[in-house]
């Protein structure tokens, strides 16, 4: 028996020009009754800003804005600011998105303490060309997941940067922003293809080039979760920001798995250590729930389920999610009922 209710779209693309080909991948903001909602709309050409609903209550919505609340301003975000979410530090609200300039995609954020104006921080992850992972990588063979290098070296053996004009950066995204400090610091998770890593630091100015080619270098101690299972064997990324329980940090991430029809994406579980997280205490061996209805099979992109952010009413923790790269939709699922099949796991 499935243990989550799946509760059907919630929003899709309009004839407004900014999101008239898909709407996806909403960040979320819940305070009491009111659920933000911050969403990629994306228009004809693949260019992408974020668009703003409100909701009264896990599933109506009460407003939603007729043009874009957060668009690309920046040459690195030149052709998208893409797949948010946002997390609440103290009194301070934490947007993170994909940054994509139509070659590079980075991890960037901004702040904001009313939710209306945002202050942008810049890049934060890598600005290392793929070239240069790879040779950190290499250097490094014995400290690196296979996969890892795998990955670097199947790019620069068949030396794409040539192939397109501009520089290729590794692509770095599925930022992710715990809603609290840990140990003093901004505490941040980051996908370096195929796992998920850690990320900690007080100030944006620290993540230089330095620091980069060293925490590459030393990659395996940052890896905080593997691909592990069958619907995980193409990769894993972050998903929602993490849900502070007494249990721990439960964490829902999304995986894709490769098959013959090509890669379907998973909404994936975990459970964290509340004062050390990379500490795992538990973690779902199948998906917490994969694209089964046709709306989520069928869009921009076949078989996708993308969870991005989550809300509580009172035991049911509700998982908005991008389906098929096309439309929002919403899940829930009872927080004890999870929260416990975790620690059993």
Not at 8 to 34: C, H, M, R, W
Not at 123 to 142: D, H
Request: aromatic fraction near 12%; include cysteine.
């Amino acid at each position: 028996m499935s243990l989550v209710t799946k509760h059907g779209i919630l929003l899709e693309k309009t004839d407004n020009s900014f999101e008239d080909e898909g709407v996806l991948n909403p960040a979320v903001y819940q305070d009491a009754d009111t659920v933000h909602m911050f969403y990629r709309a994306v228009r004809k050409g693949n260019f992408s800003t974020i668009g703003y609903c409100r909701l009264n209550g896990p599933l109506n919505i009460v407003e939603r804005s007729d043009k874009p609340v957060f668009y690309p301003e920046k040459s690195y975000e030149f052709q998208g600011t893409e797949d948010p979410r946002i997390s609440k530090i103290g009194d301070t609200y934490y947007l993170a998105y994909t940054a994509y300039d139509g070659i590079n995609v980075f991890g960037a954020y901004a702040t904001s303490k009313d939710l209306i104006h945002f202050e942008r921080k810049g890049i934060i992850t890598p600005r290392l060309t793929l070239e240069e992972c790879s040779a950190l990588m290499k250097k490094n063979a014995r400290k690196i997941n296979i996969m890892h290098m795998m990955f670097y070296n199947f790019f620069t053996r068949y030396n794409l940067s040539n192939l397109v004009k501009g520089t290729i950066h590794v692509w770095d995204k599925n930022v992710v922003f715990f809603p609290e400090k840990i140990d003093g610091k901004l505490t941040v998770l980051h996908r370096l293809y195929p796992s998920i890593q850690l990320l900690c630091f007080n100030d944006p100015s620290e993540l230089d080039t330095e620091f980069w080619s060293t925490y590459i270098s030393n990659l395996k101690k940052h890896i905080l979760l593997y691909p592990k299972y069958k619907h995980e064997n193409g990769h894993i990324g972050g998903g929602c920001p993490p849900v502070p329980t007494e249990e721990g940090w439960l964490l829902i991430y999304h995986s894709a798995q490769f098959t013959r029809q090509g890669y379907t994406y998973h909404a994936c579980a975990t459970l964290l250590d509340r004062e050390d997280p990379r500490k795992v205490i538990g973690r779902l061996r199948h998906p917490l729930f994969s694209p089964t209805l046709p709306w989520e099979k069928e869009g921009n992109v076949n078989d996708v389920v993308f969870p991005t952010g989550t809300a509580l009413f009172g035991d049911d923790l509700y998982i908005y999610y991008g389906a098929a790269d096309s439309r929002i939709a919403a899940a829930s699922v009872n927080i004890k009922t999870l929260l416990q099949k975790l620690k059993n796991t």
